[in-house]
Nanobody, 123 residues
């Protein structure tokens, strides 16, 4: 059974940085596109960043220039480096995988959602 485990969240001041990690057990990341999503209280889950099997990336306009998605296939892990964090970045962050970048962007995902990791940006 595939399990996605996100970690790295926490409380950070505005302007700070965090690095999120997503490890997959039971699925080899290298064969899939990956994505980071977030859900703020009272809002729908939204795509933050996506990465293709070949390493191409796509970002939501709200995080362009501040967030960087990357992957380490040897470690079966996808990362999200978040810099210049803002209070509006506060949310639970989740990862998931798709068969293609387009699938990730369209929400055609292959796994159940994990527990996510909470990010709180506050002074």
């Amino acid at each position: 059974q595939v399990q996605l485990v996100e970690c790295g969240g926490g409380l950070v001041q505005p302007g700070g940085s965090l690095r999120l990690s997503c490890a997959a057990s039971g699925r080899i990341f290298s064969g899939y596109a990956g994505g980071w999503y977030r859900q703020a209280p009272g809002k729908q889950r939204e795509l933050v960043a996506a990465i293709s099997r070949g390493g191409s990336t796509n970002y939501a306009d709200s995080v362009k220039g501040r967030f960087t998605i990357s992957r380490d296939n040897a470690k079966n892990t996808v990362y999200l480096q978040m810099n210049s964090l803002k209070p509006e970045d506060t949310a639970v962050y989740y990862c998931n995988v798709g068969s293609s970048m387009g699938g990730v962007i369209a929400g055609l995902l292959l796994e159940s959602w994990g527990q996510g990791t909470q990010v709180i940006v506050s002074s």
